[in-house]
C-alpha cells in the first residue's frame, strides 16, 4: 500500500469519547454515531486503495460542557489516538484534538501532542461554543500553530442555531458552517498573518469554491483588506474531497483550488462506504498527474514522514 491514498479525512471514536457521546445523548448534528475499530478501518483502507488514514475525532469534538473537562477528554482522546497510530505508523496518522474555545488549554494540549505524541496536525471544529475561528480571542492558537509550522484540518460541527427536523447538521449544515468558519478566518486576516500555516477544510471547502467571487465582497467591510487579498487568502486553503467528489461539486473546486491544495477524504466511519464517491473520482476526467497529486502526492507535501 505505500503508492496508495492518504486519506486526510478519516476519523476516530475511541470507546470512552464513544461511551461519553452515548451517556450524555451527543452525536454529529444528530447524525448516528456509527461504530469504529482498527480492524474496520483498515479492512475500509484495504478495499479502498488508502494506504493511509490521518485520523481525527469529528463533531462535537472535545469541548463537551462548560469547565475545564474539554482538557481531559481532550488528553484521553489524543493518548488513545498516538496509541493507534504507533502500532500501525505506516497504515494510520494523528490530527490532534484541542478543548476550544480553553485557549490555555488548548496551547498546553497542542504542546502535548506535537512533542509527546508525534502528532501529524492539529483538528478544529468550525467553531467553538460559537466563537468562529477567525475570533481575536483565538489569535494565541494561531501564533502557536504558526510557530510549528502545522497542518490544520477544520471539521464542521453543528452551527449555533436550531437543527431542522429531519435535516440532520451533517446533510444541510456542516458546508454552510465550513463556509463560515473559512471566510471568517480570511476577512479578520488569520491566513495573512500566518502564512506558516497548512488548512484543509473539510468536504471540497463547502461552498467557498462555487461563491468564492461573492465573498470578495467582505473586504468592503473590513478595512485594510483589499479585495484581491481576499481571493489570495482563500486560495491558501487546502481542500479534501470527502463526500464532494461528484460531477457536480468537481467542477467548482477544481476550477478555484490551487492544484496543489486537494486531496483524498473518505469521511470513514460516518460514511461507511467510500466506494461510490471513489467510484466519482475515478471516473471524473483528470490526468494522470492530477490524479496522483489528488490521492497521494499533496498530503506527501503536507506530510512527509509518509514517503518513508
Known amino acids: ?6 486519506d486526510t479525512h478519516q476519523h476516530i471514536i475511541p470507546p470512552e469519547y464513544r461511551r461519553l457521546l452515548d451517556e450524555r445523548g451527543l452525536s454529529a448534528g444528530r447524525w448516528p454515531t456509527p461504530e469504529w475499530a482498527p480492524e474496520a478501518a483498515l479492512a475500509l483502507m484495504d478495499s479502498s486503495s488508502i494506504a493511509t488514514g490521518i485520523l481525527s475525532v469529528s463533531s462535537p469534538g472535545v469541548h463537551l460542557g462548560p469547565g475545564a473537562e474539554g482538557r481531559t477528554i481532550a488528553r484521553r482522546v489524543n493518548t488513545y489516538t498516538a496509541e493507534v497510530v504507533k502500532d500501525r505508523p505506516d497504515r494510520f496518522g494523528c490530527f490532534a484534538s484541542v478543548p476550544l474555545p480553553d485557549v490555555d488549554g488548548s496551547l498546553e494540549e497542542i504542546a502535548h501532542a506535537f512533542d509527546e505524541l508525534g502528532a501529524d496536525g492539529v483538528v478544529l471544529m468550525s467553531h467553538a461554543d460559537g466563537k468562529y475561528l477567525g475570533h481575536k480571542d483565538f489569535e494565541p492558537l494561531w501564533e502557536e500553530l504558526d510557530a510549528r509550522n502545522a497542518v490544520v484540518f477544520i471539521h464542521p460541527t453543528s452551527p449555533p442555531m436550531e437543527i431542522l427536523d429531519g435535516l440532520p447538521s451533517p446533510i444541510l449544515d456542516f458546508p454552510f458552517d465550513t ?16 502564512k506558516r500555516v497548512r488548512v484543509i477544510l473539510s468536504h471540497a471547502g463547502g461552498f467557498l469554491p462555487y461563491a468564492a467571487y461573492r465573498f470578495i465582497g467582505a473586504a468592503q467591510f473590513n478595512s485594510g483588506i483589499a479585495p484581491e487579498e481576499i481571493f489570495e487568502d482563500m486560495k491558501r486553503f487546502y481542500f479534501d474531497t470527502a463526500v464532494s467528489s461528484t460531477p457536480v461539486a468537481m467542477p467548482s473546486l477544481l476550477a478555484f483550488a490551487d492544484p496543489t491544495r486537494v486531496t483524498y477524504g473518505s469521511d470513514f466511519p460516518y460514511v461507511p462506504s467510500s466506494k461510490l464517491f471513489d467510484a466519482m473520482l475515478e471516473n471524473y476526467p483528470l490526468s494522470e498527474e492530477q490524479r496522483f497529486a489528488i490521492d497521494r502526492g499533496n498530503a506527501l507535501a503536507l ?3 509518509l514517503a518513508q
Open 303 to 305: 506530510f512527509p514522514r
Open 179 to 194: 463556509t463560515r468558519t473559512a471566510i471568517h478566518m480570511v476577512a479578520n486576516g488569520v491566513l495573512r498573518r500566518h
Open 1 to 6: 500500500m505505500t503508492s496508495g491514498r492518504i
